[in-house]
């Protein structure tokens, strides 16, 4: 097992017939073999930037502390926020029977691209206020799941809110072909649709397809301590599972995000083909209401993907 802290390197892991690989780049997993379909079930684009000139366009990019764009005007910090686009340290790798582990670890003052001027992450602001955070970030490796868990911690002298987001591209057969490709489990969950404006409430066992451009937030009813979402696609299912803790291991809800650019936008993202619609479609689970941290305090965020088929 590679064992490294040079930037832009990749570490795989191996466990029980399945492989997982990482990219220090954001400490993006790009790549999730299982030991029961041999499959790639993580679409990493073929223009993707792997030299750390941007944020990995597919696998697992982290998104903290925002999602999105900033929420005020005057802040200059990238959508998404500073994890993806700042190489991270790995700390650590573990082999066991049946799984693999590695850990990597981003401090605050080691992330010196993406913070942006006009927030309270910038050089100038976090200095001034002794705003400071470290991120710890798990991968485990089973036979048939991959496990990502994001540990936030606030080691500064004041509050901040956060966001995180485990932005996962899936590789699929057939995106757009509502039949053979649908997401299940968000019933009751509020939707925000983001090319519509609208909002409103997922039905009852309603599945959610893939029409042209799709960008929607979906938000858990009351008391939904895991998020719990299948992707049937083509005839084989996964399975993801995500929960969050707060400092006091009280449930954080978990929302999700699901994404598929559609023709139009795919042709219009430099570091994606134009066909790439046709081969994936990310499901994102995250903490989307912000959660306040005190100094001290941490918040960890888990997601599992289970293959089935
Ligand atoms: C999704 C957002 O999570 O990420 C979309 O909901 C956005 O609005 C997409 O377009 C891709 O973002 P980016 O910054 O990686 O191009």
Same mark, same amino acid.
């Given at each position: 097992?590679?064992?490294?802290?040079?930037?832009?390197?990749?570490?795989?892991?191996?466990?029980?017939?399945?492989?997982?690989?990482?990219?220090?780049?954001?400490?993006?997993?790009?790549?999730?073999?299982?030991?029961?379909?041999?499959?790639?079930?993580?679409?990493?684009?073929?223009?993707?930037?792997?030299?750390?000139?941007?944020?990995?366009?597919?696998?697992?990019?982290?998104?903290?502390?925002?999602?999105?764009?900033?929420?005020?005007?005057?802040? +200059? /910090?990238?959508?998404? &926020?500073? $994890?993806?686009?700042?190489?991270?340290? !790995?700390?650590? #790798?573990?082999?066991?029977?049946? @799984?693999?582990?590695?850990?990597?670890?981003?401090?605050?003052?080691?992330?010196?691209?993406?913070?942006?001027?006009?927030?309270?992450?910038?050089?100038?602001?976090?200095?001034?206020?002794?705003?400071?955070?470290?991120?710890?970030?798990?991968?485990?490796?089973?036979?048939?799941?991959?496990?990502?868990?994001? +540990? /936030?911690?606030?080691? &500064?002298? $004041?509050?901040?809110?956060?966001?995180? !987001?485990?932005? #996962?591209?899936?590789?699929?057969? @057939?995106?757009?072909?509502?039949?053979?490709?649908?997401?299940?489990?968000?019933?009751?969950?509020?939707?925000?649709?983001?090319?519509?404006?609208?909002?409103?409430?997922?039905?009852?066992?309603?599945?959610?397809?893939?029409?042209?451009?799709?960008?929607?937030?979906?938000?858990?009813?009351?008391?939904?301590?895991?998020?719990?979402?299948?992707?049937?696609?083509?005839?084989?299912?996964?399975?993801?599972?995500? #929960?969050?803790?707060?400092?006091?291991?009280?449930?954080?809800?978990?929302?999700?995000?699901?994404?598929?650019?559609?023709?139009?936008?795919?042709?219009?993202?430099?570091?994606?083909?134009?066909?790439?619609?046709?081969?994936?479609?990310?499901?994102?689970?995250?903490?989307?209401?912000?959660?306040?941290?005190?100094?001290?305090?941490?918040?960890?965020?888990?997601?599992?993907?289970?293959?089935?088929?």
């Amino acid at each position: 097992m590679s064992f490294s802290t040079t930037e832009n390197t990749i570490t795989t892991l191996q466990a029980a017939g399945a492989t997982c690989k990482i990219h220090s780049h954001g400490a993006t997993v790009i790549s999730f073999q299982s030991a029961n379909n041999k499959r790639e079930n993580l679409f990493v684009s073929s223009i993707a930037k792997l030299d750390g000139s941007k944020a990995i366009r597919g696998g697992i990019p982290i998104v903290f502390p925002i999602f999105g764009p900033p929420a005020s005007k005057e802040s +200059t /910090m990238p959508q998404h &926020g500073f $994890c993806r686009v700042n190489p991270w340290k !790995l700390t650590g #790798t573990t082999e066991e029977e049946k @799984a693999a582990t590695a850990t990597y670890e981003l401090l605050f003052e080691d992330a010196v691209k993406g913070r942006g001027e006009n927030n309270i992450w910038s050089k100038e602001e976090a200095e001034k206020n002794g705003l400071d955070c470290k991120l710890a970030y798990q991968v485990r490796l089973e036979a048939q799941c991959l496990t990502c868990t994001l +540990t /936030m911690s606030n080691t &500064g002298k $004041c509050a901040f809110p956060a966001q995180a !987001l485990l932005h #996962t591209y899936f590789t699929i057969q @057939a995106p757009q072909d509502t039949e053979k490709t649908f997401v299940e489990g968000l019933d009751n969950y509020t939707i925000v649709d983001k090319i519509t404006k609208e909002q409103g409430h997922a039905n009852k066992e309603s599945k959610i397809v893939i029409v042209g451009e799709v960008d929607r937030e979906y938000h858990p009813p009351a008391k939904n301590d895991c998020l719990t979402t299948n992707i049937t696609d083509s005839g084989s299912k996964l399975t993801i599972q995500a #929960t969050a803790k707060d400092n006091n291991s009280n449930d954080i809800p978990v929302s999700c995000v699901v994404w598929n650019p559609g023709k139009d936008k795919a042709g219009a993202t430099s570091d994606l083909d134009d066909n790439a619609y046709e081969h994936m479609m990310c499901v994102e689970p995250g903490i989307l209401k912000p959660v306040t941290l005190e100094p001290g305090q941490s918040a960890t965020f888990s997601q599992t993907i289970t293959v089935n088929v």
